[in-house]
């Protein structure tokens, strides 16, 4: 079966086709082809890369129409140097990330327009993320209509969460609007913890339980605690902005900043939110970038400021390890994912470093080399610590197969 995944941002689709033939494990196969428009470069004009058949091939599109784009986008999978598919109806699903599935939902789901509704009416808690997931549905949806279209949420891995760690300890009734800790980057939470797993050959049950942090550190950044493959706790809550410093998000500030910011000073909430997801973080402190690269370099030439960003990532990071090491009560694995989290070695060694009291040891020569899907502690280290590449894309995938095998053993 092939499968289209399509995922909107602010100011690109990313698409991807997958084969899938039997029932996926987690041998990630090269997609048949992808595609990635970015309309953020230029002003009225889409940049459309498209990769298959060992090809890369760049155009400028006079339009960011969503519909036109993933109509190209279909375009180059039926012609020329990148056609992979004879017609369309080859095609057997779309799947779409959707970053915020709110309260109801805690798995994927077949596009309905129930679904759709409820997509829409948790909007107002993801205004930069859920409109445009939306709107790629229906563009999917008047191209492709006799195609099936899945959703993937990014909270749904954190549906089992208990209560306590998410209900906020405001008034009840933020509760009973729907104002909770959801948690974000679960598609790439759930394949690091299974990926984890099969690396330390330990799923973990009652007697032997598996307690695993991982630790997504990209350019958003979370923790998830994960008993036995089932998420108990992350740092990100009601938005993706709760938690660990990220590159120009502030992560967990106290709440009366803002208060203080609007009293005092007149902000709006629009200017709070622009700098609390914009100019905060690794870019608000460096002043710099939030590129940890960039910020290394800075600091190693002598930046007071870029030295300085760097270690209150490291610190909120070793912060937030030791609360997930005592909501697991206790760890078994560490694995560290994302761009900063399978790269920046030295980020990885700082973070380990402050936790030597857990008697966890890394290796430093095997730890410099950043080798993917590999244990980085020494033999006799107590915990475990993992870089996993992350495979988002194909989680995704993964979810709408097994969506597509139940659907069809209810029929
Ligand atoms: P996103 O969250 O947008 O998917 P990524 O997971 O690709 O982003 O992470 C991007 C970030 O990863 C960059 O901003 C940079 O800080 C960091 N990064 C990427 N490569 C390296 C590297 N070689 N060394 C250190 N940091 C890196």
Same mark, same amino acid.
């Given at each position: 079966?092939?499968? +289209?995944?399509?995922?909107?941002?602010?100011? &690109?689709?990313?698409?991807?086709?997958?084969?899938?033939? %039997? &029932?996926?494990?987690?041998?990630?196969?090269?997609?048949?082809?992808?595609?990635?428009?970015?309309?953020?470069?230029?002003?009225?004009?889409?940049?459309?890369?498209?990769?298959?058949?060992?090809?890369?091939? $760049?155009?400028?599109?006079?339009?960011?129409? %969503?519909?036109?784009?993933?109509?190209?986008?279909?375009?180059? +999978?039926? *012609?020329?140097?990148?056609? #992979?598919?004879?017609?369309?109806?080859?095609?057997?699903? #779309?799947?779409?990330?959707?970053?915020?599935?709110?309260?109801?939902?805690?798995?994927?789901? +077949?596009?309905?327009?129930?679904?759709?509704?409820?997509?829409?009416?948790?909007?107002?808690?993801?205004?930069?993320?859920?409109?445009?997931?939306?709107?790629?549905?229906?563009?999917?949806?008047?191209?492709? @209509?006799?195609?099936?279209?899945?959703?993937?949420?990014?909270?749904?891995?954190?549906? &089992?969460?208990?209560?306590?760690?998410?209900?906020?300890?405001?008034?009840? *009734?933020?509760?009973?609007?729907?104002?909770?800790?959801?948690?974000?980057?679960?598609?790439?939470? %759930?394949?690091?913890?299974?990926?984890?797993?099969?690396?330390?050959?330990?799923?973990?049950?009652?007697?032997?339980?598996?307690?695993?942090?991982?630790?997504?550190?990209?350019?958003?950044?979370?923790?998830?605690?994960?008993?036995? /493959?089932?998420?108990?706790? &992350?740092?990100?809550?009601?938005? @993706?902005?709760?938690?660990?410093?990220?590159?120009?998000?502030?992560?967990?500030?106290? @709440?009366?900043? +803002?208060?203080?910011?609007?009293? $005092?000073?007149?902000?709006?909430?629009?200017?709070?939110?622009?700098?609390?997801?914009?100019?905060?973080?690794?870019?608000?402190?460096?002043?710099?970038?939030?590129?940890?690269?960039? =910020?290394?370099?800075?600091?190693?030439?002598? *930046?007071?400021?870029?030295?300085?960003?760097?270690?209150?990532? =490291?610190?909120?990071?070793?912060?937030? !390890? /030791?609360?997930? #090491?005592?909501?697991?009560? /206790?760890?078994?694995?560490?694995?560290?994912?994302?761009?900063? /989290?399978?790269?920046?070695?030295?980020?990885?060694?700082?973070?380990?470093?402050?936790?030597?009291?857990?008697?966890?040891?890394?290796?430093?020569?095997?730890?410099?080399?950043? @080798?993917?899907? %590999?244990?980085?502690?020494?033999?006799?280290?107590?915990?475990?610590?993992?870089? $996993?590449?992350?495979?988002?894309?194909?989680? !995704?995938?993964?979810?709408?197969?097994?969506?597509?095998?139940?659907?069809?053993?209810?029929?």
């Amino acid at each position: 079966m092939k499968i +289209l995944l399509l995922d909107a941002g602010s100011s &690109t689709i990313k698409s991807h086709l997958f084969a899938i033939d %039997q &029932t996926p494990t987690d041998n990630v196969p090269k997609p048949l082809w992808q595609a990635q428009a970015d309309w953020g470069k230029e002003k009225g004009k889409t940049e459309f890369t498209v990769k298959a058949h060992g090809q890369r091939i $760049v155009d400028i599109l006079p339009t960011t129409v %969503q519909e036109e784009l993933i109509k190209h986008m279909l375009d180059t +999978l039926l *012609n020329g140097k990148t056609k #992979v598919l004879d017609q369309l109806s080859d095609i057997t699903l #779309v799947g779409h990330r959707v970053v915020h599935g709110g309260p109801n939902y805690s798995r994927s789901m +077949l596009v309905t327009p129930k679904v759709k509704a409820e997509i829409q009416r948790v909007a107002s808690f993801a205004p930069l993320h859920n409109p445009i997931n939306l709107a790629d549905i229906e563009a999917a949806e008047k191209v492709l @209509p006799h195609t099936p279209q899945v959703v993937v949420f990014d909270t749904a891995f954190h549906s &089992t969460v208990p209560d306590e760690a998410s209900i906020y300890p405001g008034p009840y *009734n933020w509760y009973e609007q729907g104002i909770r800790r959801y948690g974000f980057h679960g598609i790439s939470h %759930q394949y690091c913890a299974r990926r984890s797993a099969a690396i330390l050959g330990r799923t973990g049950n009652r007697e032997q339980p598996f307690r695993l942090i991982n630790c997504h550190l990209g350019n958003g950044c979370s923790l998830a605690a994960i008993l036995n /493959g089932q998420s108990i706790d &992350t740092t990100m809550g009601f938005t @993706p902005l709760e938690g660990l410093m990220m590159g120009s998000r502030s992560g967990t500030i106290d @709440p009366s900043i +803002l208060t203080y910011l609007q009293r $005092v000073h007149g902000y709006s909430a629009h200017q709070l939110e622009q700098i609390l997801n914009k100019e905060s973080g690794l870019k608000g402190i460096s002043g710099l970038s939030n590129d940890v690269r960039t =910020i290394e370099k800075a600091a190693q030439e002598g *930046n007071k400021r870029a030295t300085l960003a760097m270690a209150i990532f =490291i610190y909120r990071l070793r912060y937030f !390890i /030791g609360a997930m #090491v005592s909501v697991l009560n /206790g760890v078994d694995a560490i694995a560290f994912t994302g761009g900063i /989290g399978e790269n920046a070695a030295s980020v990885r060694a700082q973070t380990c470093a402050g936790l030597s009291f857990l008697h966890l040891q890394l290796d430093q020569t095997k730890n410099a080399a950043s @080798p993917p899907d %590999q244990d980085i502690a020494t033999p006799d280290s107590l915990v475990r610590v993992l870089i $996993v590449h992350t495979q988002e894309d194909w989680e !995704i995938a993964r979810e709408c197969w097994h969506m597509l095998q139940a659907q069809r053993s209810i029929q």
